[in-house]
């Protein structure tokens, strides 16, 4: 069977059988492979992927090139790098209608970690963000 467009739908080129396969948090972390060493570029990396994959869930804050915030609700969590001198802030916190029930800082490689299990979640649930499998499963 072969991944189809959306990364989420295989097809079998013999019979024409369809399946519909759930998208892992390991693929979509995978697929972004982010440098976590080097701040800038992680910063406009991640900025420049949330915003083409689901952009109205991004906000991004920037000078030019240079990227000073992102946040990102995805669902019931909320996703905040901010570029503090040669560091990044990153926190995670749980959100129910509008109001943060748990907020805390979380050290950048957790972050990306949750951030990946929160895109995987929603690209399960929502057809259109199935758009997101396929782009980061194609990287």
Do not use: W
């Amino acid at each position: 069977m072969q991944p189809g467009a959306d990364g989420r739908v295989y097809k079998c080129g013999y019979c024409g059988t369809q399946a519909q396969v759930a998208v892992g948090a390991d693929q979509v972390a995978a697929g972004m492979s982010l440098d976590l060493s080097n701040v800038d570029a992680l910063l406009a990396q991640l900025a420049r992927m949330l915003q083409q994959v689901v952009p109205q869930e991004t906000k991004v804050q920037a000078s030019g090139a240079h990227v000073h915030v992102i946040e990102v609700m995805l669902g019931q969590d909320g996703f905040l790098l901010r570029r503090e001198g040669q560091n990044v802030v990153s926190q995670h916190k749980k959100v129910v209608r509008g109001v943060a029930l748990k907020s805390k800082d979380v050290p950048l490689d957790q972050l990306v970690a949750l951030l990946a299990e929160a895109l995987s979640r929603h690209a399960n649930v929502n057809a259109q963000a199935g758009q997101l499998a396929a782009q980061l499963l194609r990287r």
